[in-house]
């Protein structure tokens, strides 16, 4: 059964738009990076609500495992490591598809 990873999340109020945006182009870089992503897309949120995550990240992966080799992979590592001081809030769910 294939895996779909999503994660809604925000960055600090202020944060300096360049460097969101390259945090959202080096995310949108890793399918091209990680062979285990089957299928990718990250939305910023049209903001029509006040508790809306600003962005969405939509991941398939073919097994658990798969994700795992994601979530571990250096790639992804290197750019949760630029993210995480920008990041203010941010949730993660997992569900098979």
Known sequence: MAI?????????????EAAVRQIIDQLNEL???????????IREDLGKRDHSSRF???AD???MDAMNG??????????????????SGLAEHDHEI
């Open 4 to 16: 779909r990873h999503v994660v809604l999340f925000d960055f600090i109020p202020g944060a300096d």
């Open 31 to 41: 399918p091209g990076v990680i062979d285990e992503i089957r299928q990718w897309s």
């Open 56 to 58: 969405a990240l939509i």
């Open 61 to 63: 992966f073919d097994t």
């Open 70 to 87: 994601y979530l571990t992979h250096p790639a992804h590592v290197r750019v949760v490591e630029q993210a995480i001081p920008l990041i």
